[in-house]
């Protein structure tokens, strides 16, 4: 658990991209941000207050939050001036970086005196158990996609944003470093050792009043070759009523895939279905996400009522229009 | 890489049952083993050669291999007195035991001072690549099966050994730590992290001739919710050509899992090729293991005939009657 409020670090970002972790947090838990701190020749710009540490601390940040991609794989010794000073002034750190805090003997030295947390999110901090296949309370829907990186993050917290909006009770489970550093908790799933990544996502996702939805991050794909076995865990783990369907409708191959085409929906479907009743007899397919960021809004459209035609299901693009109608077919299962 | 051959050590293995990782040895590479080493009160007995430290190393062996099952969770300083002599005289130990040889301050020690080396099998010690899904020569078949410990193990050594007696060109591909004790190689995959198991199964099973054999053991089922993961891994990892369905006839439920039925073994043909064609289209199921031994020999006869019937393909328990008939199926694919 990090602390929060943050004061967001956006260090000296070649470009806004760099700082996505920064805007992730500042788009969809701004509560969690105070400010952000930029060094000389920083081109990212969330557009919120700039704060020195000093300021930040007053304004009650807890946490100094990475937000920022660091160049060349190393923590540059500009930052770590930054960096130790924060934590001689009590803040904690977090970060999702390859190259992990608990590894740089000065900023573990100066953590240690002013007693303030590094949170490297890419790390397991907990030994999971081993699944148990126990049905839980509480209802659970987890994004899976027919690729990586098509969404799934996206559309998971714009559902818990429309699920609120109407009022229902949801909570939005993080499994991989962004989710994580955007709402403080979660488990880094890719990093858990196999034979507990069933029993991390049961660990993520406890029993919870009869209501409740928890709103479980994808990762993978179950035809994504290099990654399928972290998507099969999050199906088997996290037990779901419901699943979401996620998809990038211009993609020519799976990701770093080059030989791979990508799956249909209904390809996409059948399997996770099938694999979900596993665990849970009654899991439905709800719902579609598709995420046409590289269509014009004329074929967005028609993309959408094709795929809503074909599959007999609400498909929607989160990001031009929000996840409301996914939380309506929730609401109603 | 463990160096061979071997002196088994027994300890003072309560039941013969307690050995069942130097049994395993001694059935499937005899010529790794040059005796055992048994302490006072054993009760497990292999029928081999009892051998000294001395004799052992005089016979020739490397490794002093850890055949038998620890009590209570510690290494005994019984054990320990015998382990540390060993590696006094230049043996290096080997052992998938829970409690890691590498934490035993006074073997490391011991090994230290001689140059010996300590294995601990259930631990990768290989940095794997992701998994990128490259095509690779060679031929490559996978137990795939209805549950966990339905005999995947055996019937992939059983098909080894049947494979080499019709001259056929295959290596048996340990991915748990009996199996790497046996063959003295081999990947722990349930003790490697998430993203990188389909890419420790590529690396398991790298191109090879175009009439080479790997044979992959599986590790858990695709139903199995625990484990599932691994096994979807080894699926995409391993790109099998070939599948053999595996199956124990009188189990009540998934092992571990009393809520969980186990699934026929329809669905799992239909679940594991469906998903093995996204990594090679042209892969086939070729024939069925089946574990009789809760059976009679009669009944077990007709069972192997009904399911033989019933899904159009071999059915053999290698146990009773050897793996010929899948390594025939192989050798027509």
């Known amino acids: 658990m990090i602390e929060t409020p943050y004061l967001l670090f956006l260090g000296d970002a070649p470009d806004p991209l760099a700082a996505k972790v920064a805007q992730g947090i500042k788009d969809w838990r701004p509560e969690n941000a105070v400010g952000q701190f930029r060094m000389a020749g920083c081109k990212a710009d969330l557009g919120l207050k700039d704060l020195t540490l000093a300021e930040g601390k007053e304004a009650g940040a807890r946490t ?29 750190l977090a970060s999702g970086l390859h190259n992990l805090l608990a590894n740089e003997g000065d900023l573990v030295a100066a953590s240690q005196v002013s007693g303030s947390t590094l949170h490297d ?16 309370a509480g209802k659970r829907v987890l994004a899976v996609g027919t690729d990586c990186s098509v969404g799934k993050m996206y559309t998971a917290l714009a559902l818990d944003e429309a ?16 989710g994580i550093l955007i709402t403080g908790s979660g488990v880094p ?37 290099s990654y399928s076995g972290v998507t099969l865990a999050l199906i088997h783990g996290g037990q779901p009523d419901a699943l979401i369907l996620c998809h990038e409708p211009t993609r020519e191959h799976m ?8 799956p249909t929906l209904e390809a996409v479907r059948d399997m996770a279905l099938t694999l979900a009743q596993v665990a849970n007899p009654a ?51």
Chains 1, 2 share one sequence.
């Open 64 to 92: 100094l939050v990475i937000g920022v991609a660091n160049r060349g794989g190393v923590i540059s010794q500009a930052w770590k001036d930054v960096l130790i000073e924060a934590l001689q002034m009590g803040f904690d």
């Open 121 to 136: 999110v890419r790390v397991p901090n907990v030994q999971y158990p081993i699944a148990d296949g126990t049905k839980r």
């Open 163 to 178: 699920m609120r909006a109407r009022g229902m009770n949801s909570t939005f489970r993080a499994t991989g470093q962004t």
């Open 189 to 225: 799933l890719d990093a858990v050792v196999a034979d507990f990544m069933a029993g991390a996502v049961e660990y993520l996702t406890p029993a919870n009043d009869p209501d409740h939805w928890d709103i479980i991050e994808g990762q993978g794909s179950l035809f994504h070759v």
């Open 255 to 262: 990701r770093g895939l080059p030989g791979y085409k990508l």
């Open 283 to 333: 899991c439905k397919v709800v719902g579609i996400s598709i995420n046409t960021q590289h269509l014009s809004e004329a074929d967005a459209k028609s993309y959408l009522a094709e795929v809503e035609a074909r599959l007999g299901l609400p498909a929607v693009d989160p990001y031009r229009e929000g996840a409301a109608r996914l939380a309506e077919a929730l609401a109603e299962l």
